[in-house]
């Protein structure tokens, strides 16, 4: 059960219910809309994170999968199963996404780079120089930026999910059944990074 209860229609602000109306029902949306101020915003910029963007939806779809990893977000996990699919992702890359395994020979050197640097924006402060060189081989500056924004908006995405316990709706726990991605699977004691990161 979330852990807030769905915020009273009528504190809603008239033009927060209008925005709000013109999508799906999403129990994430109900959240968001206990901060009527914000809530137009923040999907705004899921909005632009989606249509503006110079980085390839491909790396896009990664960027998130790394991020929810390390979140351990299977909200967002299970969303992005059949979008990272559409976007070329395969099966085996998932898997090494889920496992902490970024550093695995077996993906292209392009993905390596993204997960990697994706993976290093959850796990701490800074990237090494070492993993900014390497994205910045496939990257421009603006990529670079547009990927931490992915990172900052799918962290506090997942945090909003885990912490508020957002439940799936029917439709994402059906997603879920089918390919076998959920948080819950992974040990306890396996640092999200997969490289003995606290935070």
Known sequence: ??????PDPNDIPEEVARFLADFPPDPMFKMLAHSPSTVQPFIGLAQALYTTLE??????ELVILTVAE?????FVLTQHVPLSRNAGVDDATRELIKNGDHAN????KHDRAVIQFAAEVVAGSRVSDEVFAAAGEFLSAREL??????????WTFSRLCTVLDVQLTRMYAELRGADGWTGAERPADRPPSGRGATR
Do not use: I, Q, S
């Open 105 to 108: 020979p077996a993906l292209p």
């Open 145 to 154: 930026v547009e990927l931490l924004h992915l990172c900052g908006y799918y």
């Open 1 to 6: 059960m979330t852990r807030l209860r769905d």
């Open 70 to 74: 390390g979140a351990r977000c299977d």
């Open 55 to 60: 980085l390839p939806v491909r790396a896009r």
